[in-house]
């Protein structure tokens, strides 16, 4: 089983700026999808920013021009920077990981615990 752990949650004001960070580990996996998902009190858990293996990424509505995600595939780590912090940002963020397991031949989709993000003056 894929293991993944999340680390940079944190308190920070208004327009201030935190990095998530996502680490998978796990052997007989290939991966092809890292992202980000949060849920807020009381709403759906929603994706954040996502990246495929392609290159390509995707991001909420809401956080474009904010946020970015990278991703560093040899090491199997995914960073969220997030800039210009907002109350609204405030949830707990989940890192997201798969792809294709070549032990059980099936595809995968594993989750971190979360981390807390807050933001708040």
């Known amino acids: 089983q894929m293991h993944v752990v999340e680390s940079g949650g944190g308190l920070v004001q208004p327009g201030g700026s935190l990095r998530l960070s996502c680490e998978a580990s796990g052997n007989g996996f290939s991966i092809n999808r890292m992202g980000w998902y949060r849920q807020a009190p009381g709403k759906q858990r929603e994706l954040v920013a996502e990246s495929t293996s392609g290159r390509s990424t995707v991001y909420a509505d809401s956080v474009k021009g904010r946020f970015t995600i990278s991703r560093d595939n040899a090491e199997k780590r995914v960073y969220l920077q997030m800039n210009s912090l907002k109350s609204e940002d405030t949830a707990v963020y989940y890192c997201?990981?798969?792809?294709?397991?070549?032990?059980?031949?099936?595809?995968?989709?594993?989750w971190g615990q979360g981390t807390q993000v807050a933001v708040s003056s």
């Open positions: 997201s990981v798969g792809g294709f397991d070549s032990r059980l031949g099936s595809r995968f989709n594993s």
